[in-house]
């Protein structure tokens, strides 16, 4: 079956990095764009942008440019989010999810999505 | 940013048919497809609605969805205890180049 794990929760201080992982399983890695969402204490989802599969191209949304990197390790079917210079407005839970393309219709849907990582900044 | 206007909350009594809905003012939401999720407060989303009325597989029938104009609609039918959660509406905008989320329906089953 599909499963997204991501890597667990951190406590970081103001302007350090956090990368956090996404080991997917269960499915063709490079046929399915992986994006990344947010979700404040208390909030709604932001999305925060996608990344190619087959060419690691990722694309940010608007308000997550900067310091924010999405990347990959296709040889271990990981993908990687990246934030540096951390501010305590960062502090949320960051999902992956699976854009199931090709299981919605050819429209684009997140079918399946990792358990969340708290991200928690405080110093 | 665009967003898409959800109710805050919404309630029902187990068996009844309540209607979530979602809209948007600044365009017609019928020109999306609209994609629905239900999030069980800390849990990860869940995947409910695609392509506007479509169900993935495992989500029961009582599940529906629609949408005319600028708004769309989630339905609920018997509705029951294991309902609650939010529920959360969402597009692509191709002009934005973004996805653009719904703020939430909390749904409680008295």
């Known amino acids: 079956q599909v499963q997204l794990v991501q890597s667990g929760s951190e406590l970081k201080e103001p302007g350090a990095s956090v990368k956090v992982s996404c080991k997917t399983s269960?499915?063709?890695?490079?046929?399915?764009?992986l994006n990344w969402l947010r979700q404040a204490p208390g909030q709604g989802l932001e999305w925060m942008g996608w990344i190619n599969p087959n060419t690691g191209n990722p694309t940010y949304a608007q308000g997550f440019t900067g310091r924010f990197v999405l990347s990959l390790d296709t040889s271990v079917s990981t993908a990687y989010l990246q934030i540096s210079s951390l501010k305590a407005e960062d502090t949320a839970v960051y999902y992956c999810?699976?854009?199931?393309?090709?299981?919605?219709?050819?429209?684009?849907?997140?079918?399946?999505w990792g358990q969340g990582t708290l991200i928690t900044v405080s110093s | 940013q665009s967003v898409l206007t959800q109710a805050p909350s919404a309630s029902g009594t187990p068996g009844q048919r309540v209607t979530i809905s979602c809209s948007r003012s600044?365009?017609?939401?019928?020109?999306?497809?609209v994609t629905w999720y239900r999030q069980v407060p800390g849990t990860a989303p869940k995947l409910l609605i695609y392509n506007s009325n479509q169900r993935p597989s495992g989500v029961p029938d009582r599940f529906s969805a629609s949408k005319s104009g600028t708004s769309a609609s989630l339905a609920i039918s018997g509705l029951q205890s294991e309902d609650e959660a939010d529920y959360f509406c969402a597009i692509w905008d191709d002009s934005l180049n973004d996805w653009v989320f719904g703020g939430g329906t909390k749904l409680t089953v008295l």
């Open positions: 999810t699976r854009d199931g393309y090709t299981s919605c219709s050819s429209t684009s849907c997140f079918d399946h």
């Open positions: 269960g499915y063709t890695f490079r046929g399915f764009a």
């Open positions: 600044s365009s017609n939401i019928g020109s999306y497809s």
